[in-house]
C-alpha cells in the first residue's frame, strides 16, 4: 500500500470508518489501525463514531502529497489524462443512468431490475467502458503510483456486480463502482488542478 494512500482517501471521502478503508484498499484490518494510529499521532486525523476524517493539518498534508504528485508526474501529462477520463465519464454516465432508469413506452422510470437481460446489457457495457479505463490507469499509475489500486476497486466492484450483486454497480454504502468511478474523478479533478466547483460549472461534473 502506497504510504500517502490513506491520506489521501480520506482527504476525498471526507469521512469513513475503518472498514470502509480496509475494503477500499483491499488490505487487512490491522494495517489500517496502523495507518490511523499514524495519521491521528502526527496531528492529521481523528475518529469518531461515525468514522475516520481528516483534521486542517491534514486536509493541507493531503494537498501537498497532490501537489508533489502533480509536479513530479508532469502537468501537461495529468491534464491529458483527466480530459480522457473526461470522455470516459460521459459514456459512464449514460451507462449508470441506464442502470437506474428504463425508458418504457417514452418514459423514463425506475429500472427495478426484473429484466435480467436489460440488466446483462447495461453491465456489458459498463464492463467494455472499464476496459477502455484500465489501459488509460496503467498509464496514470505509472506517473502516480497510489492510483494503481483504482484497478483493484474497480476490479473487485465489476465482479461482484456480475455475480448479481447488484448493490455494487451504483449503491454509495459500499465500495460500488459508481463510489470508486465518483473518488477517481475527485482524486484527478485535484491531480489536474481544478476544483469540482468549477468543473460542475462547466458542465464536466460526476
Known amino acids: 500500500m502506497h504510504p500517502d494512500a490513506t491520506l489521501v482517501m480520506l482527504s476525498v471521502k471526507g469521512v469513513a470508518t475503518p472498514g470502509?478503508?480496509?475494503?477500499a484498499q483491499g488490505v487487512e484490518a490491522a494495517v489500517i489501525a496502523s495507518e490511523l494510529e499514524r495519521l491521528e499521532r502526527d496531528g492529521y486525523a481523528s475518529g469518531s463514531p461515525a468514522g475516520w476524517r481528516l483534521n486542517a493539518?491534514?486536509?493541507?498534508?493531503?494537498?501537498?502529497v497532490i501537489a508533489r504528485e502533480r509536479a513530479?508526474?508532469?502537468?501537461?501529462?495529468?491534464?491529458?489524462?483527466?480530459?480522457?477520463?473526461?470522455?470516459?465519464?460521459?459514456?459512464?454516465?449514460?451507462?449508470?443512468?441506464?442502470?437506474?432508469?428504463?425508458?418504457?413506452?417514452?418514459?423514463?422510470?425506475?429500472?427495478?431490475?426484473?429484466?435480467?437481460?436489460?440488466?446483462?446489457?447495461?453491465?456489458?457495457?459498463?464492463?467494455?467502458?472499464?476496459?477502455?479505463?484500465?489501459?488509460?490507469?496503467?498509464?496514470?499509475?505509472?506517473?502516480?503510483?497510489r492510483l494503481?489500486?483504482?484497478?483493484?476497486?474497480?476490479e473487485r466492484a465489476l465482479e461482484r456486480a456480475q455475480r448479481g450483486e447488484r448493490r455494487y454497480v451504483a449503491a454509495p454504502i459500499v465500495d460500488s463502482y459508481h463510489t470508486v468511478w465518483f473518488e477517481l474523478h475527485e482524486d484527478l479533478i485535484r491531480l489536474s488542478g481544478k476544483t469540482r466547483a468549477a468543473e460542475a460549472a462547466a458542465g464536466r461534473g460526476a
Open 20 to 23: 470502509i478503508l480496509e475494503a
Open 57 to 64: 493539518d491534514g486536509g493541507a498534508a493531503a494537498t501537498n
Open 72 to 145: 513530479t508526474a508532469g502537468f501537461a501529462e495529468l491534464d491529458a489524462a483527466y480530459e480522457t477520463f473526461v470522455a470516459l465519464n460521459e459514456r459512464f454516465k449514460t451507462a449508470i443512468m441506464a442502470w437506474q432508469l428504463r425508458d418504457v413506452g417514452g418514459t423514463l422510470v425506475p429500472n427495478d431490475h426484473t429484466d435480467a437481460a436489460y440488466d446483462a446489457d447495461v453491465l456489458r457495457n459498463i464492463a467494455a467502458i472499464h476496459a477502455d479505463l484500465v489501459g488509460a490507469l496503467a498509464s496514470l499509475a505509472a506517473r502516480v503510483p
Open 148 to 154: 494503481g489500486a483504482y484497478r483493484d476497486r474497480f
